[in-house]
């Protein structure tokens, strides 16, 4: 699903600097299992309006931004990753890993 997402953004009118269309990723609606979508809020390289358009098509999709996450969130130890993806696989509600 990244990699649609990259070449979907890759390949717009006008290069990587404009918005470009997600329409090539309408697959995304006949998805049927339950689907985690992690974006990093930090992320300098695919921003998290991305992340809200993939999770935005497909149904049954809960979208986490992880704070302080950059590109590579899922790996570099960035706190919150493991709680978010643990609640998400046990079906439980996110974990507020900042209340306030």
Partial sequence: MARA????????????SS?????????????????LVTAGADDPIIPAW???ALA??????RLELIDDGGHLHLFDGTPGVLDTVASFL??????????Q
């Fill in 50 to 52: 991305i992340a809200r």
């Fill in 5 to 16: 997402a990259w070449e979907a953004w890759m390949n717009s009118a006008g290069g990587p």
């Fill in 90 to 99: 046990c079906g439980s509600e996110p974990i507020d890993n900042n209340p």
């Fill in 19 to 35: 918005r470009p269309s997600l329409g090539r990723l309408t697959a995304l609606g006949r998805l049927t299992a339950p689907t």
């Fill in 56 to 61: 935005g098509r497909i149904p049954d999709c």
